[in-house]
């Protein structure tokens, strides 16, 4: 196939009147839409369901975005029992037309880029140039994974042995079950969908609960792009519900799964479990969350440090695993970065995404608005609240805004847990040692960062920074598929690594074969 190389789409540029102009007429159009109804899709066929779940837009809760499904055991067996019959003619469809499905998704979303780009507002709460940037993130997992596959269909060269034939090569694994999170409802789905699909499986989706449209938005996409019936069957669900029995069912091969570390250990727990029946050991690839620090030294830009803080912190309102929640600054320098972080993060506009110039959306539901408030009592109780207000009511949205909390212990809660939202903590450190002493002190490992003019301090982090992602002097978030391979160390997951040169290896299995003449 003579395609050019791979390049990561380009953002939207909200400066220019026709790119605001077309979103407008996208968000209008989606807008007329809101409250329809969206079935399961399983071997290619609509399937109507007893119960739904209710999909409400997190800055308005009384506007309904969708009801779509509810997938109980009887229909998450039929996904399964259908998945596993198409994969008997998948896994030996050539990859070249595997990896040309995925080509054509890529042209698909992005003719629908401002459309996908009003249902992650309207259903994510997603600002416009953090949907946007969702959207572009799903392009890139498409054609990144398309151009692997090509890279990996005659598998890797071994050494030349006389008298011999010898290959090593890749097969596909079979039934897979996707459970993603609803913080990147379209890109995290469609990476992890496209991933195993162009590598020969088939899978069962399982979108979450509180972004199940777009889920089913993402399944349209793959079927307007020509994905066969069966390939990939579209069971939105509640985990508590289906979860398990996805998991644990003898059909199932692996599981892809992004979300909280306790969902993700339960997962691997029960994977790890042999069902009867059931000829293999289950493979997980999970990625689990963080919390996340950067650390800041006395030789540092400053006002880089201060801006890169802020972003990373109050992005899509803190909800990314990516997120800095813990900066680390030495004590020298400690005042004066957290007055530059305070006047950023004062500056930030918080409100319903109807405009570009809103930079912190609302939480995405309510039991996340509750679990974030209750940390912030917390947080009151453990340190001083430099920055922030108390919540107010839910029912006009599920808004906070941006939080600070100064003198905390580094063992305090608000500095040890994930709290998912625009909440900050910032900790003092004596020295560069005890600030990277501070920063692994955490059962996390997924994202961090160093801010230092010092080359023998950097290259001191590069390798005992316990990080899966590390960046030197720039935000921490914003992951670029190709360029920034994603996953972490410890319970951040399995170190996957979405969107790098090895993870299409992980949804197959390597066979040897020698033939001797």
């Known amino acids: 196939m003579g395609l050019t190389p791979f390049r990561n789409e380009p953002y939207l540029d909200w400066s220019d009147e026709g790119n605001v102009g077309k979103l407008r007429a996208a968000l209008e159009k989606v807008g007329g839409e809101l409250g329809g109804s969206y079935p399961l899709i399983i071997g290619g066929k609509p399937v109507e369901t007893e119960g739904e779940i209710v999909s409400e837009n997190p800055a308005k809760p009384s506007q309904v975005v969708g009801r779509v499904g509810r997938a109980t055991e009887r229909e998450a067996g039929m996904a399964l029992d259908a998945a596993t019959r198409a994969f008997e003619f998948w896994r030996n469809t050539p990859p070249e037309a595997r990896s040309r499905i995925l080509l054509r998704a890529a ?29 572009a993130e799903a392009i890139d997992f498409l054609e990144y994974y398309a151009r692997e596959m090509l890279r990996l269909k005659d598998g890797k060269p071994v050494a030349p042995f006389p008298g011999e034939e010898n290959r090593y090569f890749y097969q596909p694994l079979g039934v897979g079950v996707i459970i993603a999170p609803w913080n990147f409802p379209t890109a995290i789905l469609t990476g992890m969908s496209s991933a195993a699909i162009v590598t020969g499986n088939t899978i069962v989706m399982k979108p979450s609960e509180y972004t199940s449209v777009i889920g089913a938005k993402v399944a349209e996409i793959f079927e307007e792009a ?222 961090g960062g160093v801010y230092s003019r010092d080359r023998e301090r950097l290259e001191r982090a590069r390798h005992e920074f316990r990080a899966g992602n590390l960046y030197f002097n720039r935000k921490i978030t914003g992951a670029l598929v190709g360029v920034q391979p994603f996953g972490g160390f410890d319970l951040s997951g399995t170190n996957a690594k979405a969107g790098g040169p090895d993870y299409l290896t992980l949804h197959m299995q390597a066979k040897s074969v020698a033939e001797r003449f």
């Open 226 to 447: 020509g994905l066969p019936a069966g390939v990939l069957n579209f069971c939105a669900g509640y985990g508590s519900e289906i979860g398990d029995y996805l998991v644990e069912d003898a059909r199932t091969r692996f599981i892809s799964f992004t979300g909280s570390m306790k969902t993700g250990l339960r997962i691997n727990e029960r994977a790890a479990r042999t069902a009867p029946g059931q000829r293999w050991i289950k493979r997980v690839l999970a990625e689990m969350g963080g919390k996340d620090a950067i650390v800041v030294d006395e030789t540092a830009d400053l006002e880089a440090a201060a801006e890169g803080i802020a972003v990373s912190a109050y992005g899509y309102a803190g909800q990314k695993c990516s997120a800095c929640s813990r900066a680390i600054l030495q004590e020298d320098i400690h005042d004066e970065v957290l007055g530059r972080i305070l006047e950023r993060a004062k500056a930030l506009r918080v409100g319903p995404p109807g405009s570009p110039e809103v930079f912190v959306g609302p939480l995405i539901s309510r039991p996340q608005f509750e679990k974030v408030a209750g940390y912030i009592e917390v947080g009151k109780e453990e340190a001083e609240r430099v920055l922030g207000e108390d919540p107010g009511d839910p029912e006009e949205g599920y808004f906070v805004s941006p939080t600070v909390f100064a003198g905390a212990d580094p063992r305090s809660r608000i500095a040890q847990e994930e709290i998912f939202g625009p909440v900050l903590t910032v900790l003092k450190a004596r020295d560069f040692d005890e600030a990277l002493r501070i920063a692994n002190d955490s059962p996390y490992g997924l994202t």
């Open 107 to 135: 042209a698909v979303m992005r003719r629908r880029r401002f459309e996908m780009i009003a249902w992650e507002i309207y259903e994510g709460g997603k600002p416009w140039a953090e949907a946007d940037a969702q959207i």
